[in-house]
Nanobody, 122 residues
Framework: QVLLVESGGGLVQAGASLRLSCEAS????????VGWFRQGPGKEREFVAT????????YYSHSVKGRFTISRDNAKNTVYLQMNSLQPEDTAVYYC???????????????WGQGTQVTVSS
């Protein structure tokens, strides 16, 4: 069992940066790939980024590539999402999830956090 808790969300202006954290409890977190997803108002949950267990493989959605960076520190049981040049369309609840392999598919993850709100004003 893996429990995930996101933090770091908030209200920022366009062009600002935020760093989200996904802290895990439970054993063997280092064995899991971790993905970030988001769900904006009235929208379906969408893939943002994912990272494999060792941190050497990462994938990003086209909408965030070049602006967001996913990383992990297995010693701290934490995965990060550095978000730069935020835009109003990035406004969403951001979720982290853990699964066996890095994938952009939501059904590829077994464990999900409760989410953290990111709001970007214009």
């Amino acid at each position: 069992q893996v429990l995930l808790v996101e933090s770091g969300g908030g209200l920022v202006q366009a062009g600002a940066s935020l760093r989200l954290s996904c802290e895990a409890s439970g054993r063997s977190f280092y064995n899991y790939a971790v993905g970030w997803f988001r769900q904006g108002p009235g929208k379906e949950r969408e893939f943002v980024a994912t990272i494999n267990w060792g941190g050497g493989i990462t994938y990003y959605s086209h909408s965030v590539k070049g602006r967001f960076t996913i990383s992990r520190d297995n010693a701290k049981n934490t995965v990060y999402l550095q978000m730069n040049s935020l835009q109003p369309e990035d406004t969403a609840v951001y979720y982290c999830a853990a699964g066996s392999r890095p994938t952009e598919m939501t059904n590829g993850y077994n464990y999900w956090g409760q989410g953290t709100q990111v709001t970007v004003s214009s």
